[in-house]
């Protein structure tokens, strides 16, 4: 963890570069400081159907949903979320003043009890930084 995962209506294809978009939002991630990197995830999934408000075809949506392991007190998470957020934000700045849009952003805390993981990324990055 973290894992972002963002919808996005098919009707931004050419106007986002998702590829751009999911590092922005890595990188964003990284710079909060609070997040281990071999955790990190960012992945776009594009919603071919969809339907918006009074269902115009030209309305456009990017939902972003962060879900995070426990441990974080809620000061930590606001402040990494409102990072995360403005530098998303901005980076879609050109969609807002061209188009309808709607951007979301959620954080969601995973509850330990029921979250499995295996992870070997972790040991790779600390194998590289020993012999970077």
């Known amino acids: 963890m973290p894992h972002f995962t963002i919808e996005y209506s098919a009707n931004l294809d ?3 570069d998702m590829g751009a978009t999911v590092e922005l939002v890595r990188k964003a991630a990284v710079e909060t400081g609070i997040f ?9 999934v594009r919603c071919e159907h ?10 456009g949506f990017l939902d972003m949903v962060l ?3 426990e441990g ?5 998470r606001k402040k990494a979320g409102e990072h995360i957020f403005k530098a998303l934000s901005a980076h879609l700045d ?8 709607a951007l979301s952003f959620d954080m ?3 509850d330990k ?5 295996r992870n070997n990324i972790h040991d790779a990055l600390k194998v590289e930084t020993v012999n970077g």
């Open 113 to 117: 009890e029921t979250s499995w993981k």
């Open 50 to 59: 969809y339907a918006i408000a009074d269902g115009r075809k030209a309305y």
């Open 14 to 16: 050419g106007l986002v």
């Open 67 to 69: 879900r995070l392991g």
């Open 108 to 110: 969601q805390i995973n």
């Open 94 to 101: 050109p969609i807002f003043a061209n188009s309808k849009f």
């Open 36 to 44: 281990p990197l071999g955790g990190i995830r960012v992945r776009a």
């Open 72 to 76: 974080r007190d809620l000061a930590t």
